[in-house]
């Protein structure tokens, strides 16, 4: 088992920046892909970013060029740099771990979450 602890969420004005974090504990070493997912009220869970353990990083269009991910080298912490928020990025975050070596952009398959981190953007 994968245990996920994210924090980092909070009330920021549009424009601004933000950073999550995620710590993993218990079996990371299965882990092939980590990312972050966010989830708006009435919204189906979203993709935002993942990146692999051989370093391929992968983003929504929807945050292309603004938002930034990154994992420390056993993946047993990840960062989401968020820069140029808008109100539509208002959402609960959740940061993910996956043993699938695809399927990195769909929810359902990735095994281990945490319990979301709000981040509200005003507009």
């Known amino acids: 088992q994968v245990q996920l602890v994210e924090s980092g969420g909070a009330l920021v004005q549009a424009g601004g920046s933000l950073s999550l974090s995620c710590v993993a504990s218990?079996?990371?070493?299965?882990?092939?892909?980590t990312g972050w997912f966010r989830q708006a009220p009435g919204k189906e869970r979203e993709f935002v970013a993942a990146?692999?353990?051989?370093?391929?990083?992968y983003y929504a269009d929807s945050v292309k060029g603004r938002f930034t991910i990154s994992t420390d080298n056993t993946k047993t912490t990840m960062w989401l740099q968020m820069n140029s928020l808008k109100p539509e990025d208002t959402a609960v975050y959740y940061c993910?771990?996956?043993?699938?070596?695809?399927?990195?952009?769909?929810?359902?398959?990735?095994?281990?979450w945490g319990q979301g981190t709000q981040v509200t953007v005003s507009s």
């Open positions: 990146v692999s353990w051989s370093g391929d990083v």
């Open positions: 993910a771990a996956s043993t699938y070596i695809t399927l990195y952009y769909v929810s359902t398959k990735y095994d281990y």
């Open positions: 218990g079996r990371t070493g299965s882990i092939y892909h």
